[in-house]
């Protein structure tokens, strides 16, 4: 009976915790870029659905979600990374969230460039 009663106040519980993790939609996604060969660090600004640069890689921004200001900062960031280098066919170099506070969750493999996010704007 105790265990029912402490599962049910804590599914009482979930909707704020949910609340209290809420994620907000940005414009655009603050990048750090790393030149492996030559050590060059570059801020790429990217704004969601325009194509941004670095090397040789075309970096797009499809969603990028921010924490609200009153809660820990975050961002997670869906990129599809292509390489214009890369063999015709071979699809994209990288897609799929990258997450700010995790970077190691979900890394672009890449032998010259490193991507991560830094945040969402």
Same mark, same amino acid.
């Given at each position: 009976m105790k +265990? /029912?009663?402490?599962?049910?106040?804590?599914l009482a519980l979930l909707p704020g915790l949910a609340a209290a993790q809420s994620w907000v939609p940005r414009q655009g996604a603050q990048?750090?870029?790393l030149?492996?060969?030559?050590?060059?660090?570059?801020?790429v600004s990217a704004r969601i659905g325009t194509p941004a640069q670095?090397?040789?890689?075309?970096?797009m921004? +499809? /969603?990028c979600q921010g924490r609200p200001a009153d809660?820990?900062?975050d961002a997670a960031a869906w990129l599809e990374i292509t390489?214009?280098?890369a063999v015709p066919g071979t699809g994209p170099a990288f897609r799929g969230w990258m997450f700010a506070n995790a970077p190691a969750v979900n890394t672009l493999e890449h032998p010259?460039?490193?991507i991560r996010i830094l945040e969402c704007r």
């Open positions: +265990r /029912a009663l402490a599962l049910l106040a804590l990048l750090q870029a030149d492996k060969v030559t050590a060059r660090v570059t801020v670095f090397g040789t890689l075309t970096i921004v +499809r /969603a809660e820990v900062p390489d214009s280098r010259v460039y490193d």
